[in-house]
């Protein structure tokens, strides 16, 4: 499937197929942590449970979280992202930490998820690690 003319998910203003598409069919890699964590988001939009999981790094990956996602992602429409900070998470660190807001709707209601996240990268790869929920 190519979607060459549909602007990406996460926000970012290009094409799906130059944003996050490459990352989500594993042709290409999430240089930074930004990247991934956008490409994440992006693959929650999709429900593409499959890369969420992977990108999870694997040491802190539960039995249940295929599920979990799988639920969170049906019952959320995910309707914006805003990352408000990045800090390393480059193509040299070990780790990255970044600071988004994403808006959703559920039950009806507009919430925004506010959350600290942190990455680690392990062999080549952006992994996600865990986040703090801010309050908004
Ligand atoms: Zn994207």
């Keep these: 499937m190519t979607d ?6 996460c926000g970012s203003g290009a094409n799906y197929a130059d944003c996050c ?17 956008r490409s994440r988001y992006c693959a929650y939009v999709r429900g593409q449970i499959d890369y969420l999981v ?3 790094l694997a040491a802190v990956r539960t039995t249940d979280l295929w599920v979990n996602y799988k639920s969170t992602a049906d019952s959320i429409q995910w309707i914006g992202l805003e990352v408000m900070s990045a800090s390393q998470g480059g193509a040299e660190d070990k780790t990255g ?3 988004f807001k994403a808006s959703y709707i559920q039950d009806g209601e507009q919430a925004i998820h506010h959350e600290r996240s942190r990455f680690r990268r392990s062999a080549g790869n952006w992994y ?3 986040g703090v929920i801010e309050e908004t």
């Design 4 to 9: 060459t003319k549909t602007l990406c998910a």
């Design 21 to 37: 598409e490459p990352f989500h069919a594993g042709s290409e890699k999430a240089a930074t942590a930004e990247a991934l964590m």
């Design 54 to 56: 992977g990108t999870t």
């Design 97 to 99: 930490k970044v600071e």
């Design 128 to 130: 996600y690690v865990d």
